[in-house]
């Protein structure tokens, strides 16, 4: 479970670097480029909330 | 008096009197003092940690950088890395940290490697490298409070009432102080950067997307990575480095100390991406200043947002955003300056006279805090350029305390003291050389790949610096002995 908590949580740390670099299509007004490092921003959070989920750590420790 | 400077000097004095209030209740030991006595809840680590990301750099550099260089410092102003290393990292120094009372991050260094000389070292690093950040926090609040109120305060007047709002507050109340008044200036600088991020594009430009097609067409090349100098390359390099830095800070570990819990740690790591979004709002501030004042050079590019504020704004409004940009500069400030004077007193005084009890040092920690503020405002008024040169250094200064702070989280450290001690002397070194002669890897290796070239030089030297690290470790290991003996405990995934 230690291993895959690991990989849920490094997967966006790798895909908020890659960068698209584009300008169209513009999505929610913005310049692709730019939505697709809002995304992932957004995308962290919901990976570290699922890594937090299946961290043995959580259990342990009150 | 204008409608605006009322409005700046009501949210000046809020801020005093919550930060005084926060103390009430509490006996004032070092560890409440410095650290909130290990005893903050997930909500407020969230706003002490989090609102690191709400700086001047919110309201100045975040929108100016967009003005200024379109998408490069743009997407710079995320950082994903943050969080996923505030996720593995900050529990087990926490719960070292809980475990063998250690209140700052010089503590941290000196405990693990038992070692007061490493805990000097690291101090002396971190305080020259803190307070040129807190003099340019002090700069952007002169200059924001100077155009927040149409030139009634001078830039160094609203300095040296600042300085002294915060001495107030933090001398008497320490963390707690801090704490308090971090959630207010959060909550303001939110809805005053989403309400503008939202009005500008709008009303300028009659919507999102009409705004960035016209920059688009009237500046080719602004909304993408340039191919050379800002490019791809240098943009993840830089990411990487700046998150390794970030938690090294001594102010951003203090925060970290004063959680109650690790699983608020692993939790704010969760929640705050989302926070960090709102930095786009402040984007978009910038992007709209881009064709309606297109004539700012130099450092007035940093004023992009006030320049649209006053354009469009009446004065008592103007006053709310002066008011949120000086929190965004003060209240940082003051966790700096709370870390600074416990960093001065437990890890430099105690080692000079070992003999002083922790109630001692707890008044001497706030008796250090108005000293360090008039130190700070002399070198706000006359440090020049050097300051400056000293603040481009601080990140990479503090990246190079990242090596040993990480090794030493391993079952086994593979790390001795002299191999701490010899990584961080050539990394800083290093830092300093290469920033002063104007070093980059593309003056080193002009033949070399743009890919290679543009990479940040902060991280090539972190890369020195592991090597000599470990090297100087293997070399200087005693056969048998082993330098983890009281750690066998912590392990970086745990």
């Keep these: 479970m230690k291993k895959l908590a690991f990989v849920t949580s490094i997967i966006p740390a790798l895909g908020s670097l890659v960068v698209i670099n584009r300008v169209e299509p513009y999505v929610l007004g913005m310049p692709f480029v730019l939505f697709w490092a809002i995304c992932w921003v957004c995308l962290t959070s919901l990976f570290l909330i699922i890594t937090n989920k299946i961290d043995p750590a959580n259990r342990e420790e009150e | 008096?204008?409608?605006?400077?009322?409005?700046?000097?009501?949210?000046?004095?809020?801020?005093?009197?919550?930060?005084?209030?926060?103390?009430?209740?509490?006996?004032?030991?070092?560890?409440?003092?410095?650290?909130?006595?290990?005893?903050?809840?997930?909500?407020?680590?969230?706003?002490?940690?989090?609102?690191?990301?709400?700086?001047?750099?919110?309201?100045?550099?975040?929108?100016?950088?967009?003005?200024?260089?379109?998408?490069?410092?743009?997407?710079?102003?995320?950082?994903?890395?943050?969080?996923?290393?505030?996720?593995?990292?900050?529990?087990?120094?926490?719960?070292?940290?809980?475990?063998?009372?250690?209140?700052?991050?010089?503590?941290?260094?000196?405990?693990?490697?038992?070692?007061?000389?490493?805990?000097?070292?690291?101090?002396?690093?971190?305080?020259?490298?803190?307070?040129?950040?807190?003099?340019?926090?002090?700069?952007?609040?002169?200059?924001?409070?100077?155009?927040?109120?149409?030139?009634?305060?001078?830039?160094?007047?609203?300095?040296?009432?600042?300085?002294?709002?915060?001495?107030?507050?933090?001398?008497?109340?320490?963390?707690?102080?801090?704490?308090?008044?971090?959630?207010?200036?959060?909550?303001?600088?939110?809805?005053?950067?989403?309400?503008?991020?939202?009005?500008?594009?709008?009303?300028?430009?009659?919507?999102?997307?009409?705004?960035?097609?016209?920059?688009?067409?009237?500046?080719?090349?602004?909304?993408?990575?340039?191919?050379?100098?800002?490019?791809?390359?240098?943009?993840?390099?830089?990411?990487?480095?700046?998150?390794?830095?970030?938690?090294?800070?001594?102010?951003?570990?203090?925060?970290?100390?004063?959680?109650?819990?690790?699983?608020?740690?692993?939790?704010?790591?969760?929640?705050?991406?989302?926070?960090?979004?709102?930095?786009?709002?402040?984007?978009?501030i910038g992007f709209s200043a881009v064709l309606q004042v297109p004539n700012l050079q130099g450092a007035d590019t940093d004023l992009a947002l006030f320049k649209m504020a006053k354009m469009s704004f009446d004065p008592w409004f103007v006053g709310v955003i002066g008011a949120s940009g000086a929190m965004a500069a003060l209240i940082p400030s003051s966790l700096v300056l709370t870390a600074i004077a416990t960093i001065l007193s437990k890890n430099i005084y105690k080692v000079w006279k070992p003999n002083t009890s922790d109630d001692q040092l707890a008044r001497l920690s706030r008796v250090l805090v108005p000293v360090i503020a008039l130190v700070v405002l002399y070198f706000t008024f006359n440090g020049g350029n050097s300051i400056f040169t000293l603040y481009l250094m601080a990140y990479s200064f503090m990246a190079q305390l990242f090596p040993a702070l990480f090794f030493s989280l391993w079952k086994k450290n593979p790390v001795t003291v002299q191999g701490a001690f010899a990584g961080m002397i050539v990394g800083i070194l290093m830092v300093v050389y290469s920033t002063i002669s104007g070093t980059t890897l593309a003056t080193l290796f002009p033949s070399f790949p743009q890919v290679i070239k543009d990479l940040d030089v902060g991280l090539a030297v972190l890369l020195v610096n592991v090597a000599v690290t470990l090297s100087v470790s293997v070399i200087t290991r005693k056969p048998g002995v082993k330098g983890e003996e009281k750690n066998e405990w912590t392990d970086l995934a745990n």
């Design chain 2, 1 to 284: 008096m204008n409608s605006a400077l009322l409005v700046i000097l009501f949210f000046l004095v809020l801020c005093i009197w919550l930060g005084l209030q926060a103390r009430k209740g509490k006996d004032m030991s070092l560890e409440q003092w410095a650290v909130g006595g290990r005893g903050f809840g997930g909500v407020l680590v969230f706003f002490l940690i989090a609102g690191e990301m709400f700086t001047t750099y919110t309201f100045l550099g975040a929108s100016g950088g967009a003005y200024r260089s379109g998408i490069p410092p743009a997407l710079y102003a995320f950082n994903c890395f943050y969080f996923v290393i505030a996720y593995w990292l900050l529990p087990p120094i926490w719960k070292y940290a809980k475990a063998n009372n250690v209140i700052s991050q010089s503590d941290f260094y000196d405990k693990k490697y038992n070692s007061p000389a490493l805990g000097v070292l690291v101090a002396i690093i971190s305080v020259v490298s803190i307070i040129p950040y807190l003099i340019m926090q002090l700069k952007g609040l002169g200059i924001i409070v100077a155009e927040t109120s149409y030139g009634t305060i001078s830039p160094s007047m609203a300095i040296v009432v600042g300085v002294i709002a915060i001495t107030i507050y933090v001398t008497a109340s320490g963390m707690h102080g801090v704490a308090w008044t971090a959630i207010i200036k959060d909550i303001m600088i939110l809805a005053v950067v989403v309400f503008m991020g939202i009005y500008f594009p709008l009303h300028y430009y009659g919507g999102m997307q009409p705004m960035f097609e016209s920059i688009n067409a009237a500046k080719e090349g602004f909304l993408i990575f340039p191919k050379e100098g800002l490019s791809i390359s240098w943009f993840v390099s830089a990411t990487i480095m700046t998150a390794l830095a970030f938690y090294m800070f001594p102010h951003m570990l203090a925060g970290v100390f004063s959680a109650k819990s690790p699983k608020s740690l692993r939790w704010n790591a969760g929640i705050m991406p989302i926070y960090q979004v709102i930095i786009v709002f402040s984007l978009f």
